[in-house]
């Protein structure tokens, strides 16, 4: 099958991409609301990009034409979020947060979750989250409906027990973060994991 994401099927790629290039990473994040309150929403256009700089990258599309989600407007604003992975112990409260409540609305806390405070930013951190990453904006590339927000990972918080104190390896059966696969409310755990050796 070929498929013309120039021509006849532009109109679907969203569909067919976001189908096709599974299981992607979620990243649940926190920014500051205009008024102070904290503003959480998942997106699963997302991943690591580097390391040196560290930095992490993830794509809200526009709400309209010219008219960004409030993630991205409040990152336009402040320069600063926090990634979080959810794991299966989140997976609800997490598209929870993708829900469109009512402004003033705090999503955290309409979905049970609760904040502490960021070591580097003003915006906080989920709790009951496995990971949180504290984030600056390095800078956010508009590509036509799509923002593509880079950030540089400045604190890592991570569950205890989850990394190895000494060595910093993820410990065996610690992390359980879930992805995103196919359809509207395709998920999938991290469970199921095999080794392929790599050659010399
Ligand atoms: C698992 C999951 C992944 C999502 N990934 C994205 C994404 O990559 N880009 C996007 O624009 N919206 C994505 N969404 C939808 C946003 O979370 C949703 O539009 C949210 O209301 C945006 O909130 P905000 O306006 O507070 O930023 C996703 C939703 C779910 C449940």
Redesign the pocket.
């Given at each position: 099958m070929h498929l013309d994401l120039t021509t006849t099927h532009a109109k679907d790629a969203y569909k067919i991409l976001s189908g096709i290039v599974t299981p992607r990473p979620?990243a649940l994040?926190t920014t500051l609301n205009e008024d102070k309150s904290i503003?959480?929403?998942?997106?699963?256009?997302?991943n690591v990009l580097g390391a040196s700089p560290p930095i992490i990258g993830?794509?809200?599309?526009d709400?309209e034409p010219g008219i960004p989600?409030?993630?991205?407007k409040n990152i336009r604003r402040t320069k600063e979020f926090v990634v979080h992975l959810p794991d299966e112990s989140i997976a609800q409260q997490?598209?929870g947060?993708?829900?469109?409540w009512p402004y003033g609305v705090s999503?955290l806390a309409a979905v049970g979750l609760t904040t502490t405070p960021s070591t580097a930013l003003s915006v906080p951190r989920i709790t009951e989250a496995p990971v949180a990453l504290e984030c600056e904006e390095w800078g956010t590339l508009n590509i036509g409906d799509n923002r593509l927000i880079i950030g540089r990972v400045l604190h890592v918080h991570t569950r205890s027990g989850i990394l190895n104190p000494e060595t910093l390896h993820i410990e065996e059966n610690a992390y359980h973060p879930i992805g995103?696969v196919h359809g509207p409310d395709g998920?999938c755990t991290t469970r199921d994991q095999f080794k392929v050796e790599r050659p010399e």
């Amino acid at each position: 099958m070929h498929l013309d994401l120039t021509t006849t099927h532009a109109k679907d790629a969203y569909k067919i991409l976001s189908g096709i290039v599974t299981p992607r990473p979620i990243a649940l994040v926190t920014t500051l609301n205009e008024d102070k309150s904290i503003n959480a929403a998942p997106f699963s256009f997302f991943n690591v990009l580097g390391a040196s700089p560290p930095i992490i990258g993830f794509a809200p599309g526009d709400r309209e034409p010219g008219i960004p989600k409030d993630t991205a407007k409040n990152i336009r604003r402040t320069k600063e979020f926090v990634v979080h992975l959810p794991d299966e112990s989140i997976a609800q409260q997490m598209v929870g947060c993708a829900a469109s409540w009512p402004y003033g609305v705090s999503e955290l806390a309409a979905v049970g979750l609760t904040t502490t405070p960021s070591t580097a930013l003003s915006v906080p951190r989920i709790t009951e989250a496995p990971v949180a990453l504290e984030c600056e904006e390095w800078g956010t590339l508009n590509i036509g409906d799509n923002r593509l927000i880079i950030g540089r990972v400045l604190h890592v918080h991570t569950r205890s027990g989850i990394l190895n104190p000494e060595t910093l390896h993820i410990e065996e059966n610690a992390y359980h973060p879930i992805g995103r696969v196919h359809g509207p409310d395709g998920y999938c755990t991290t469970r199921d994991q095999f080794k392929v050796e790599r050659p010399e």
